[in-house]
């Protein structure tokens, strides 16, 4: 994962459009795209400025480690004896949960 897919799981955890984000650090839309597209290289100016608006450090720009996925599981006996269970998934973006959607219609042929 690079900075340009960081920045948009961090961007979109804010509900901060690219527009206000490159406004805010003082780009065109189109910059700010290409940065998120991977297209362009951000240069180490803006870089904090990133860190700041994301309320990251710099180093979580740079994290290429996969988001995580809890899974929760819970049983229950209810008072008939029969057993509940239910599974409760924790996503940590919406590229994540869109990425699972996708893998099931696929699985599934849904």
């Not at 960081?6 to 065109?28: E, P």
């Not at 994290?63 to 819970?74: G, T």
């Not at 029969?82 to 996503?91: A, F, G, K, T, W």
């Amino acid at each position: 994962m690079g900075v340009g897919t960081n920045i948009k799981r961090l961007r979109s955890k804010t509900k901060l459009s690219q527009q206000d984000v490159a406004d805010l650090v003082g780009v065109d839309k189109n910059t700010y795209a290409n940065w998120e597209n991977q297209t362009n290289d951000i240069k180490s100016e803006h870089i904090p400025k990133l860190a700041q608006i994301f309320h990251v450090e710099i180093k979580d720009l740079f994290d290429q480690s996969i988001p995580k996925i809890e899974i929760n599981i819970n049983k229950q006996v209810s008072k008939d004896k029969s057993l509940n269970n239910s599974v409760v998934l924790v996503m940590p973006d919406k590229e994540t949960v869109e990425k699972l959607i996708a893998v099931i219609r696929t699985r599934f042929d849904i």
